[in-house]
């Protein structure tokens, strides 16, 4: 069965420190896909990124960036210099190919994420 | 482009009644699947429709159901609620299967 682990339940820093959250997950498929989303006060979730298990490239994006190890089974997310604004819930989540199509998302329990002044 | 809508956004019942929750996907999105959120059990995936045919079903009792329309418009429906049906209902809409859900804000459902 397929599973994500983000064992940081929360974590605190001070604007413009760099952070990054972790993601393990554990999966018996040879494809797949992972994501993060970030959960704001509000409760609506943000897409910030999708990779598929045949893509190891890391990528960045303006502050965030993206470092995915299929070595480690690690999809690890990072904010340079963070910002107030950066304040949220952030989760990992893992789709498999399923047999006959369709999307379901397993979600990890997520990182809370407090920048201060 | 319009976003995922839910309606209501918020509801109040007690115990033993049912509720229905409305979801409007983006435009052009045929996929449409449902979370719940609790604290104690995190998001939850629930079901997955596509092309008003239930694709995928998480592991919930049967007092959970759903539906879709020709428009792609998603229903849910819980039937004898209990306290522990309290939570956040989120609904996300897809273009393609594996790609990204967009999600809707949500409604937070109180049972008392």
């Known amino acids: 069965a397929q599973k994500v682990t983000q064992a940081q339940t929360e974590i605190s820093v001070v604007e413009k420190e760099d952070v990054t959250l972790d993601c393990v997950y554990e999966t018996r498929d040879t494809t797949y896909y992972l994501f993060w989303y970030k959960q704001p006060p509000s409760g609506e979730l943000v897409f910030l990124i999708r990779?598929?298990?045949?893509?190891?490239q890391n990528e960045i994006s303006g502050r965030y960036s993206w470092n995915f190890q299929k070595s480690t089974s690690s999809f690890n997310f990072t904010i340079t210099a963070s910002q107030v604004v950066d304040s949220a819930v952030y989760f990992c989540?893992?789709?498999?190919?399923?047999?006959?199509?369709?999307?379901?998302?397993?979600f990890g329990t997520g990182t809370q994420l407090k920048v201060e002044l | 482009k319009a976003g995922v809508t839910q309606t209501p956004r918020y509801l109040i019942k007690t115990r033993g009644q049912q509720v229905t929750l409305s979801c409007s996907p983006i435009s052009g999105h045929r996929s449409v699947s449902w979370y719940q959120q609790t604290p104690g059990q995190g998001l939850q995936f629930l079901f997955e429709?596509?092309?008003?045919?239930?694709?995928n079903k998480g592991n919930f009792p049967g007092r959970f159901s759903g539906r879709q329309f020709s428009n792609s418009r998603s229903e849910m429906n819980v039937s004898t609620l209990e306290l522990g049906d309290s939570a956040l209902y989120l609904c996300?809409?897809?273009?393609?299967?594996?790609?990204?859900?967009?999600f809707g804000p949500g409604t937070r459902l109180t049972v008392l």
């Open positions: 989540a893992l789709s498999e190919a399923i047999a006959g199509g369709g999307n379901k998302l397993t």
């Open positions: 429709y596509f092309s008003e045919t239930q694709r």
């Open positions: 990779r598929n298990s045949f893509d190891e």
């Open positions: 996300a809409s897809s273009l393609q299967q594996y790609n990204e859900q967009f």
